[in-house]
């Protein structure tokens, strides 16, 4: 069974930064491409990052230049470096497939990041 745990999240004065972890097990985690997306309260989920299989990296223009993506295939496991963080960002974070679709896996129970100004 396909399992996704992100960890990670926290309460962060604006200007600071974090780190998001996401594990995935049950899957040939190499091959698939991956995503970080967010979800704030009242407002539908959005992806910010992106990474292919190969590593090539794509990021949503709220991020560019503040988050990055990145994955070590060897522990199964997409990482989120988010600085300059604004309250902005505050928001649960996931990981899934990307794009979404016919191949998205089962949601984990994401990780809250909150950014206090």
């Known amino acids: 069974q396909v399992q996704l745990v992100e960890s990670g999240g926290g309460l962060v004065q604006a200007g600071g930064s974090l780190r998001l972890s996401c594990t995935a097990s049950?899957?040939?985690?190499?091959?698939?491409?991956m995503g970080w997306y967010r979800q704030a309260p009242g407002k539908q989920r959005e992806v910010v990052a992106r990474?292919?299989?190969?590593?090539?990296?794509t990021y949503a223009d709220s991020v560019k230049g503040r988050f990055t993506i990145s994955r070590d295939n060897a522990k199964n496991t997409v990482y989120l470096q988010m600085n300059s963080l604004k309250p902005e960002d505050t928001a649960v974070y996931y990981c899934?497939?990307?794009?979404?679709?016919?191949?998205?896996?089962?949601w984990g129970q994401g990780t809250q990041v909150t950014v206090s100004s």
């Open positions: 049950g899957m040939i985690f190499s091959i698939k491409h």
């Open positions: 899934n497939v990307c794009p979404l679709g016919s191949s998205t896996l089962g």
């Open positions: 990474i292919t299989s190969g590593g090539t990296t």
